[in-house]
């Protein structure tokens, strides 16, 4: 049953990146970020049979979080190095 439960939350998380993402319908999006979230959705699929038979982190696991920091550094890199730059200002 939780197998089951996971590969059906599995499918509709990839689903809802895939409509977003490359379809277009989440707005403007870069490259970078639509790449990220092409990883995210990649490395769902890659590492996901894995995860639900509770084997150990692999290559899915890797581009799956590699996704995740594209995205995110894609979507707040500037406004993080920004803040940054004032943390250091005396």
Same mark, same amino acid.
Request: charged share 10%.
């Given at each position: 049953?939780?197998?089951?439960?996971?590969? *059906?939350?599995? &499918?509709? %998380? +990839?689903?809802?990146?895939?409509?977003? $993402? !490359?379809?277009?319908?989440? @707005?403007?999006?870069?490259?970078?970020?639509?790449?990220?979230?092409? *990883?995210?959705? &990649?490395? %769902? +699929?890659?590492?996901?049979?894995?995860? $639900? !038979?509770?084997?150990?982190? @692999?290559?899915?696991?890797?581009?799956?979080?590699?996704?995740?920091?594209?995205?995110?550094?894609?979507?707040?890199?500037?406004?993080?190095?920004?803040? !940054?730059?004032?943390?250091?200002?005396?």
């Amino acid at each position: 049953m939780v197998l089951i439960l996971s590969c *059906a939350l599995g &499918a509709l %998380i +990839v689903t809802v990146i895939v409509v977003v $993402a !490359l379809l277009g319908w989440g @707005g403007s999006l870069s490259m970078s970020q639509r790449l990220g979230l092409a *990883a995210i959705a &990649a490395g %769902i +699929v890659w590492a996901g049979p894995g995860r $639900a !038979l509770g084997r150990e982190p @692999g290559l899915g696991d890797a581009l799956l979080l590699l996704g995740l920091l594209v995205y995110l550094l894609a979507s707040y890199g500037g406004a993080l190095l920004r803040r !940054l730059d004032t943390l250091g200002a005396d």
